[in-house]
């Protein structure tokens, strides 16, 4: 499946633009031992790959931005939650959604105290879902940086997509998309009507998009 640029839904911005030359920039310079260490010596250290996993660069972003309200779908092992927690504001917040409390998984890198300060915070719930949606609604108006790394199958990502056109936000937001380059996600990212650069050569090797949901003001 191919899509060309001139009948591609939404473009870069010259915000966009700006903004991943900085976080490149950022990303290349920036390193993530303490996320290392949570990985299991007989483990694959994707934090360590920089391009080809998006760890550093989701921790560049949040440098750059400085977002006192993130939000997460797809906690999983933590390793994505950790790195946006890195350079958080100290009255920053991280929120991650999965379908599974993030201790049910026996090889977790998150540990208790991750969470003691609550900075990090995890909910339970299907954010595709209008019901567990509106119940987060408050919380989402709020957020500044939208990191969507859910199951991926094409279906519950174009779902949550339609759930942001309803919001109203408060400030500026970039939403992040992971594993834009999947078959199944191929779709979803073309028809994203909003501005947004596809910035895998810099993040994950399945791809990685921007998307300029509400622009920051001149």
Known sequence: MIYDTLNTYGGPSDYLIELALRAAHEAWRTGLPELSGRVAADGNDFTRIWPGEHYRLLAALVKLLQPKRIVEVGTFRGLSALALKKFLPADGRITTFDVVPWESLADTCLRPEDFEDDRLQQQIGDLSDATVFELHRSLIQE????FVNG????VF???LLQQLESVEFQKPLLVVMDDIRFWNMLAVWQDIARPKLDLTSFGHWSGTGLVEWRAPSP
């Open 143 to 146: 957020t500044e940086l939208f």
């Open 151 to 154: 199951p991926k199958d094409g």
């Open 157 to 159: 990502e174009r779902k």
